[in-house]
T-cell receptor, first 114, second 115 residues
Framework: GAGVSQSPRYKVAKRGQDVALRCDPISGHVSLFWYQQALGQGPEFLTYFQNEAQLDKSGLPSDRFFAERPEGSVSTLKIQRTQQEDSAVYLC????????????FGQGTRLTVV | DQQVKQNSPSLSVQEGRISILNCDYTNSMFDYFLWYKKYPAEGPTFLISISSIKDKNEDGRFTVFLNKSAKHLSLHIVPSQPGDSAVYFCAASEVRGGSNYKLTFGKGTLLTVNP
């Protein structure tokens, strides 16, 4: 596709349920980022991949959050035992090179934990 | 502690006039600044950026000004159009490990341009 694609667009999870959010970056893009955007806030950095290598996961809120990009293209963000505070929009972005200038964002996945 | 601050949650301007969106930062290590525009139910879209070695960057109707000593940047939109109505995010990054990658965002400013 032409842009960054995320699925699902909306996800409702019961507290304690595990969820998996998918990101298809722009083809050929080296860098991939995950951000979390809570209501009324700006996006907050979660993690960064350069190809298949996860170079920075300092923004992941807890060990319930796990991200992978095994073949250097599609990425999955997994949240185990979801809690209400995990409710947010999860944004994926990609860039062609190793810098974050002009990152291209997907539409996001809105996660609601009930 | 917010490192990038957008103190105006909203701004309303008349079509054809200038819109000025402001952003302040606290981290002196930031060396690259970006503005993103976001429509409802869409992801942020890159608008314009500026490196810390410059004090101004212009792209059509959009100009970003950077005042490093004041740790302040602003986005000017002239003339404003109704289609510019959106949330504008200020973002900043610093060089780590030889590259800029982690963006720190402000909370955003909702701009409404009235016809």
């Amino acid at each position: 596709g032409a842009g960054v694609s995320q699925s699902p667009r909306y996800k409702v999870a019961k507290r304690g349920q595990d969820v998996a959010l998918r990101c298809d970056p722009i083809s050929g893009h080296v860098s991939l980022f995950w951000y979390q955007q809570a209501l009324g806030q700006g996006p907050e950095f979660l993690t960064y991949f350069q190809n298949e290598a996860q170079l920075d996961k300092s923004g992941l809120p807890s060990d319930r959050f796990f991200a992978e990009r095994p073949e250097g293209s599609v990425s999955t963000l997994k949240i185990q035992r979801t809690q209400q505070e995990d409710s947010a929009v999860y944004l994926c972005a990609s860039t062609p090179g190793r810098t974050n200038t002009e990152a291209f964002f997907g539409q996001g996945t809105r996660l609601t934990v009930v | 502690d917010q490192q990038v601050k957008q103190n105006s949650p909203s701004l309303s301007v008349q079509e054809g006039r200038i819109s000025i969106l402001n952003c302040d930062y606290t981290n002196s290590m930031f060396d690259y600044f970006l503005w993103y525009k976001k429509y409802p139910a869409e992801g942020p879209t890159f608008l314009i950026s500026i490196s810390s070695i410059k004090d101004k960057n212009e792209d059509g109707r959009f100009t970003v000004f950077l005042n490093k000593s004041a740790k302040h940047l602003s986005l000017h939109i002239v003339p404003s159009q109704p289609g510019d109505s959106a949330v504008y995010f200020c973002a900043a990054s610093e060089v780590r490990g030889g590259s800029n990658y982690k963006l720190t965002f402000g909370k955003g400013t909702l701009l409404t341009v009235n016809p």
